[in-house]
Structure formats: structure tokens, C-alpha cells
Nanobody, 122 residues
Framework: QVQLVESGGGSVQAGGSLRLSCQASEYIYCMGWFRQAPGKQREGVAFIYSAAGNTAYADSVKGRFTLSRDISKKTAYLQMNSLKPEDTAIYYC??????????????????RGQGTQVTVSS
């Protein structure tokens, strides 16, 4: 069972930046984040996979969020810039042993972090 520990998040004004980190207990092929806002469906935000560090982003965050990974530290980093109020949600780190090209999210083992709140005020 892969354990995921998140850090980062918090509150910021619109236009500001935050960084989320997610450390895994072991190397895993795919890591990334989902988010869920009150009353809304869960949304895949960004995922990084393979040793080459390929990435996939939701259209809503392209150009503003950057996902990277330090394999030696088994940690993924989500840099969130130009934040908007609609980015407000609980962000959950996720990991999987594969990548689903159809959904653009991690697959093969549904590992999740505890979630961290991101609040963007206008």
C-alpha cells in the first residue's frame, strides 16, 4: 500500500501563488492531484508519469499550474500561479502504477492523500 503525505495549501488572494507537495512512501509511476469544490464533481487537475516526467493538465489550469517531480525524493510538486477564486477546493494527491490516456489521470491502484484546502479570495 502506497502512502501519500501532502503539504502546502492555504489561503491566498486572486492572482497569488501556492505550492503543494506530495511525498510517496515508494516510487510510483504516476502522481498528481484531483480537486473537489463544494457541490461540484471531482476534477483531475494535473498528473505526471514515467521516468521522463510526462505531464497532463486539465484545460482549466493549463498555463497557470506546473507539476514536477523529484524521483529521488519520491515527491511531486504542484506550483499554482495566477490563482483564481474558482480554484478554491480541497486538493487530493493521487498516485497509480499506470496512466490512463483516455481519462488523463493515474490508474492502477487508487492511492489518495488526506487532502489539503486551497482557498482563493477575490
Amino acid at each position: 500500500q502506497v502512502q501519500l503525505v501532502e503539504s502546502g495549501g492555504g489561503s491566498v488572494q486572486a492572482g497569488g501563488s501556492l505550492r503543494l507537495s506530495c511525498q510517496a512512501s515508494e516510487y510510483i509511476y504516476c502522481m498528481g492531484w484531483f480537486r473537489q469544490a463544494p457541490g461540484k464533481q471531482r476534477e483531475g487537475v494535473a498528473f505526471i508519469y514515467s521516468a521522463a516526467g510526462n505531464t497532463a493538465y486539465a484545460d482549466s489550469v493549463k498555463g497557470r499550474f506546473t507539476l514536477s517531480r523529484d524521483i529521488s525524493k519520491k515527491t511531486a510538486y504542484l506550483q499554482m500561479n495566477s490563482l483564481k477564486p474558482e480554484d478554491t477546493a480541497i486538493y487530493y494527491c493521487a498516485a497509480g502504477r499506470g496512466m490512463s490516456m483516455s481519462s488523463g489521470t493515474c490508474a492502477g491502484g487508487d492511492y489518495r492523500g488526506q487532502g489539503t484546502q486551497v482557498t482563493v479570495s477575490s
